[in-house]
């Protein structure tokens, strides 16, 4: 059975078909419709890859940052994106970094998206950088696979009302999907969307609108099974590269 949530898919935009982008079809009308309508002025990516969804940051956006913990992006798409600033390192504390520089740079940061390790642990890292900022504009915050458990775990794990300048979180604000591309009884995909405003005075509104769904495929999922052993990945990734043997995450370092 083919199931690919991404391809094939038309649209206005003029999508480079050579930078594989690893978002479905629903994520990519919504990322280049919310582009398009906020145009940034600058824009922070957590998580590049080959740069699929970095094309439309870099051609809605006066200034873009790219941060991936893989110098990949950075020797494979500093030619084509010119412009793009890439930083190599662990997002959560990169990010810092880069508000800062936006900042001495009299630069808004208008928009982030969230896109690199889905670890619960990760994603809660990422948030807290984020929001333990002291950000003078709006910002529109985008996580990617918010539909993962592990990764909703993490952006469900912050208390939000701690930050009266976070003034909306949906966790589905794009929905997920369910056992596609080859991923057996896995659940991926999904944006949620967070709102800052620094000079918000309204109560937050926090909503999951599709947490009926995320429960039934989770009961259905791999996920059960596999996540509770999520602490011995290292050790079987360290296995694996003894042995020569290739997983699913090496592509993010070897393209
Ligand atoms: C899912 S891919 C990004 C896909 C891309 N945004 C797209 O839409 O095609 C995840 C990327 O995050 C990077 N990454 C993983 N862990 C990271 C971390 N802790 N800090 C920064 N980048 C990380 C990986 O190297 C990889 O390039």
């Known amino acids: 059975m083919h199931s690919n949530v991404g391809i094939p898919f038309f649209s206005a935009f003029n999508i480079d078909e050579d930078l594989e ?9 919504c990322f ?30 006066n200034n873009v940052y790219s941060i991936d913990i893989s110098n990949a992006p950075a020797r494979f798409l500093s030619d084509k994106f010119p412009n793009v600033n890439f930083r190599i ?9 880069v508000f800062k520089e936006i900042e001495l740079a009299g630069l808004t940061l208008d928009f982030i998206l969230v896109d690199g390790d889905h670890t619960t642990k990760a994603v809660q890292q990422d948030l807290l950088a ?10 529109t915050i ?17 208390n939000y009302k701690a930050y009266p300048s976070v003034a909306y979180v949906e966790l589905d604000y794009i929905t997920g999907s369910f056992w596609h591309n080859n991923t057996y009884r896995e659940m991926w995909g999904g944006f949620a969307l967070i709102k800052i405003d620094p000079f918000n005075t309204k109560p937050l509104v926090y909503m999951a609108s599709q947490e009926h769904l995320f429960q039934r495929a989770y009961w259905s ?3 059960l099974i596999k996540d509770p052993f999520h ?14 043997i290739k997983q699913r995450i090496d592509i993010y370092d070897e393209f």
């Open 221 to 223: 999922s791999l996920h």
């Open 142 to 158: 985008i996580l990617h696979d918010s539909f993962n458990p592990q990764s909703r775990r993490g952006i469900k794990s912050i």
């Open 32 to 61: 280049i419709n919310l582009l398009e309508h906020i145009r940034p002025n600058a824009a922070i990516e957590i998580g590049t890859y080959k740069g699929g969804s970095l094309q439309v940051l870099n051609h809605f956006s």
């Open 231 to 244: 602490f011995l990945v290292p050790l079987k990734q360290a296995i694996f590269r003894r042995l020569g």
């Open 21 to 29: 982008w690893q978002m479905s079809r629903a994520e990519k009308y």
């Open 130 to 139: 984020i929001l333990a900022y002291p950000h003078k504009h709006p910002i």
């Open 89 to 97: 390192g662990e997002s959560h504390t990169t990010i810092t970094k």
